[in-house]
């Protein structure tokens, strides 16, 4: 069992910066290919970004390819994802997830074996 716990959201103004931590609750995150997702009020839950185990592989929507950036740290146990250049639509809760690292499709949600609580990103106009 994997617990996963984001941090990092706010409230930031259109064109701001928020930085986006999961810290994951296992001696083995190195084998989980990990990934962001989000939902915002009255609409299904959307793939924002994905990673793989090594890291070596990331994978972005393209609504927010060139802005956001994810990362991982294997020695931390924890993923990243920076977000710049935030638009109002950006506005959404951000859940973090994680998949074994054998498994395919990291944009896919139905891959994805563990999920956080979520964490509310809001950006104002």
């Known amino acids: 069992q994997v617990q996963l716990v984001e941090s990092g959201g706010g409230l930031v103004q259109a064109g701001g910066s928020l930085r986006l931590s999961c810290a994951a609750s296992t001696r083995t995150f190195s084998n989980y290919n990990m990934g962001w997702f989000r939902q915002a009020p009255g609409k299904e839950r959307e793939f924002v970004a994905g990673?793989?185990?090594?890291?070596?592989?990331?994978y972005y929507a393209d609504s927010v390819k060139g802005r956001f950036t994810i990362s991982r740290d294997n020695a931390k146990n924890t993923q990243y994802l920076q977000m710049n250049s935030l638009k109002p639509e950006d506005t959404a809760v951000y859940y973090c997830a994680a998949a074994d690292r054998t498994k395919v499709g990291v944009r896919n949600a139905k891959t994805f074996d563990y999920w956080g609580q979520g964490t509310q990103v809001t950006v104002s106009s």
């Open positions: 990673i793989n185990w090594t890291g070596g592989g990331t």
